[in-house]
């Protein structure tokens, strides 16, 4: 398998849920670039976990170590390698797992293509762990748009049935900051308490929910990127279908679009008040032709239910060729959307950054 990502920021993880670390190397970032540690400490807590409402009981202060790359907080231009220990693991839970195939996780894959030879605790390469890694890149990513004029930010934009409102066609840098120091990201703080009964509903039933994140990178200029293979959406795609549980991926209004005429979600073009072109919406998302527009470029992402429950299921044993029934053990999220903020910025980050870096 592959593990490497990328070309002007390149990288590579490594490990597994309860191996002794996981890892990443970062190549290309440039030499001199200083690293505000804090800011990268900040985006690693918020996906870890901390046995909250919307968390599993698992607590990870997934603080990381810098093993070399860095010299006083400023790049060398050398590849940046940094390990998160694995400390509050419980492999017992797993020890049934070796020839039973838990629902909607990818253990029957991974048993035909591995054999014996994965990692069946916590899911092994395939877990949702493996995404603190990608933050701390991402979080690099991100300082080094920033020095470019490109924010990036998301916010929930469903968790089951309670929906939020979307991005506007101008999103404002108030928008953007608010969004980063709320616990619960919402457009619409109304929704906050819905949000919270959902997914407490879901951890009483010893269940899930899903949802859906909408994130927004502002800043890119016009004209990067290009058709076909290297297209903006392309490239996005191609990191945000390597996180785990990420199910569908939307470019502005997306299929909504299919719905309606031409004339009703053509972005319109116009000159404004500083005589630049504009658009007067931004149903595209901010991509016409897997080329920028200079809008926002817009995605939403969809996010199912956690697979790992407490409900007894059908499931198969291979060792014994019986159908059996299932109860999972362990600690596990009833809902990762919340979490899940930070890696889908992350990814967006990365896969930005190949068009507009160094």
Same mark, same amino acid.
């Given at each position: ?40 400490? &900040? ?19 997934? +603080? ?28 017992s839970?797993?020890? !049934? ?17 591995? &054999? +014996? ?18 933050v701390?890149?991402?979080?690099? &990513?991100? $300082? ?5 004029? /490109? ?13 939020? +409102?979307?991005?506007?066609? $101008? /999103?404002?840098?108030? $928008?953007? !900051? ?14 906050? !308490?819905?949000?919270?009964?959902t ?13 859906? /994140? ?32 990420? %199910? ?16 009703e ?7 404004? +008040?500083?005589?630049?072109?504009? &658009? ?5 998302g ?24 407490? %409900?007894?299921q ?17 600690r596990?999220d ?19 950054? $190949?068009?507009?870096?160094?």
């Amino acid at each position: 398998m592959s593990a490497t990502w990328g070309r002007k920021l390149k990288i590579t993880l490594f490990g597994e849920s309860h191996s002794a670390a996981i890892g990443v190397v970062v190549d290309g970032v440039p030499a001199g670039t200083a690293i505000d540690f804090d800011a990268v400490k &900040a985006e690693m807590a918020r996906r870890a976990p901390n046995g909250g409402d919307f968390s599993t009981p698992r607590k990870e202060a997934d +603080e990381f170590e810098i093993l070399c790359g860095v010299l006083d907080g400023v790049a060398e231009g050398t590849s940046i390698c940094a390990v998160i220990r694995n400390t509050n693991t419980k492999s017992s839970d797993y020890s !049934q797992l070796k020839d039973i195939m838990r629902p909607s996780h990818a253990d029957y894959g991974y048993r035909i293509k591995y &054999a +014996e030879n994965n990692d069946v605790r916590g899911g092994g390469a395939s877990s949702g762990r493996l995404t603190a890694p990608l933050v701390f890149a991402g979080a690099i &990513a991100k $300082q080094l748009l920033v020095s470019k004029g /490109i924010e990036v930010a998301s916010h929930i934009l469903a968790v089951g049935e309670v929906e939020d +409102e979307r991005f506007g066609v $101008q /999103i404002t840098n108030a $928008q953007i !900051q608010a969004l980063k120091n709320s616990v619960l990201p919402l457009l619409d703080k109304s929704k906050e !308490q819905a949000v919270k009964e959902t997914i407490a509903a879901a951890r009483a039933d010893g269940d899930s929910v899903g949802g859906r /994140i909408e994130c927004a990178v502002t800043g890119v200029p016009v004209g990067f990127g290009d058709p076909l293979f290297e297209s903006v959406e392309s490239v996005l795609s191609s990191l945000l279908f390597s996180v785990p549980a990420v %199910k569908g991926v939307e470019f502005g209004s997306g299929f909504a679009m299919t719905e309606r005429r031409g004339s009703e979600v053509n972005d319109s073009w116009y000159f404004d +008040e500083n005589g630049d072109v504009a &658009a007067r919406t931004n149903n595209n998302g901010g991509v016409l032709g897997g080329i920028t527009t200079g809008m926002p470029i817009v995605f939403n992402v969809a996010i199912k239910p956690t697979a790992s429950i407490f %409900k007894e299921q059908d499931t198969v044993n291979l060792a014994t060729g019986e159908n059996v029934k299932f109860s999972l053990k362990g600690r596990h999220d009833p809902c990762i959307v919340v979490r899940a903020l930070p890696v889908i910025e992350a990814a967006a980050a990365l896969a930005v950054y $190949q068009f507009v870096g160094e």
